[in-house]
């Protein structure tokens, strides 16, 4: 059971390090600037086959560790 904690682990260390920046950078944070504030943006293709996988795997990861 420890062995699948450590995988998923890594695997979801690794997926979560393979995503892009979602987030607003540091500098337009402290500028103010909301250029992208009503900009929607739809996730496709392997971004969204990224996004999911990091779901699973949590929820994965999560069991596993309640299980224990």
Do not use: H, P, W, Y
Request: glycine content about 8%; overall charge neutral; proline content about 0%.
């Amino acid at each position: 059971m420890q062995i699948l904690l450590i995988i998923v682990s890594v695997f979801l260390i690794a997926i979560v390090l393979l995503q892009s920046g979602k987030a607003e950078s540091a500098e337009s944070i402290m500028s103010g600037s909301n250029s992208d504030l009503f900009n929607n943006r739809k996730e496709r293709g392997g971004e969204l086959f990224l996004t999911r996988l990091t779901f699973v795997l949590g929820v994965v990861f999560f069991i596993v560790c309640a299980v224990m």
